[in-house]
T-cell receptor
Framework: GNSVTQMEGPVTLSEEAFLTINCTYT??????LFWYVQYPGEGLQLLLK?????DKGSNKGFEATYRKETTSFHLEKGSVQVSDSAVYFC????????????FGRGTSLIVHP | GAVVSQHPSRVICKSGTSVKIECRSL??????MFWYRQFPKQSLMLMAT?????????EQGVEKDKFLINHASLTLSTLTVTSAHPEDSSFYIC????????????FGEGSWLTVV
């Protein structure tokens, strides 16, 4: 079946540091890939997405590239801010199926001033 | 992006009572919505798939008589927690996907349920 594996957190960084949160997936065919962000006490917000191989999703300084050869969708940001502190979820949705998403376990990011 | 809204955002109820949580797609029609439960510092657990005009599909281990799901229109799904107990206290989130957006999932704001 489908699965998503994220690096375990928490990831602790100083402000303006470079961020990478690894995400790898297992799925047949060509799933769509997503990153969601959850701020404390809130629901999940779509951060970015990519629907085919080599697509790059980007939003608010965050980027992730759909790498089919390595089945990865790593999240990166060049310079994090304290306000980026949140939990980040990687997810996939298999095309042509029931559209039930598969989520990673989430990675907590803590950014210190 | 599309908007999914949940109500209430927070609710406190007494043990033994029932509580209803609404999930609405505000700017699109959703034939399918999903209900999740999230425990503190954990990932989302899919509870059920809500299908407009038909019965919900529950995940293994989820009590269908306890978590009643109704999807009466293309923009509204409801989750009713019946005979609530303190162990039902949790964060409940719904999601839906608009057609034509490449399977993009949009989530509601979530609903905190506390059973006392």
């Amino acid at each position: 079946g489908n699965s998503v594996t994220q690096m375990e957190g928490p990831v602790t960084l100083s402000e303006e540091a470079f961020l990478t949160i690894n995400c790898t997936y297992t799925a047949t065919g060509y799933p769509s890939l997503f990153w969601y962000v959850q701020y404390p006490g809130e629901g999940l917000q779509l951060l970015l997405k990519a629907t085919k191989a080599d697509d790059k999703g980007s939003n608010k300084g965050f980027e992730a590239t759909y790498r089919k050869e390595t089945t990865s969708f790593h999240l990166e940001k060049g310079s994090v801010q304290v306000s980026d502190s949140a939990v980040y979820f990687c997810a996939l949705v298999k095309s042509g199926g029931s559209y039930i998403p598969t989520f990673g376990r989430g990675t907590s990011l803590i950014v210190h001033p | 992006g599309a908007v999914v809204s949940q109500h209430p955002s927070r609710v406190i109820c007494k043990s033994g009572t029932s509580v209803k949580i609404e999930c609405r797609s505000l700017d699109f029609q959703a034939t399918t919505m999903f209900w999740y439960r999230q425990f503190p510092k954990q990932s989302l657990m899919l509870m059920a798939t809500s299908n407009e005009g038909s019965k919900a599909t529950y995940e293994q281990g989820v009590e269908k008589d306890k978590f009643l799901i109704n999807h009466a229109s293309l923009t509204l799904s409801t989750l009713t927690v019946t005979s609530a107990h303190p162990e039902d206290s949790s964060f409940y989130i719904c999601s839906a996907s608009p057609q034509g957006e490449g399977n993009t999932i949009y989530f509601g704001e979530g609903s905190w349920l506390t059973v006392v």
